[in-house]
């Protein structure tokens, strides 16, 4: 998935046709240090679809001493732009529901 140099707004991507778009699992991989980890600020170093790319950049940011985690995600992808999915949502008359959690 290429990273954009322009970041576009949300709104920018209704009407999109989805029908290129598949569902994806990808490695979410961040770091935090610990000023960020006081503040519960992420560093995203990026989203992988390759297992061995991620394992790779991990293994690199060790060797500087960075800690990373990963957490598995889903994005829906053509392969050039990305959405991540997130919790799903009910629509009702056109209204969205978002879940409660308990």
Known sequence: MQVFK???KFE????????????YEYTHIFVIDQARE???????LGFFES??????????QKLKGVHCQIEKVS???DGQIGFRIGNPVEIIQEKIKVPVVT
Do not use: R
């Not at 920018?12 to 569902?23: A, P, R, V, W």
């Not at 006081?38 to 995203?44: N, R």
């Not at 297992?51 to 690199?60: K, Y």
């Open 6 to 8: 322009d970041l576009k």
């Open 75 to 77: 994005i829906l992808t």
């Open 51 to 60: 297992p061995a790319m991620a394992n790779q950049v991990i293994e690199e």
């Open 38 to 44: 006081l503040q519960g600020l992420p560093y995203c």
């Open 12 to 23: 920018d991507y209704h009407g999109l046709n989805l029908e290129s778009f598949h569902i």
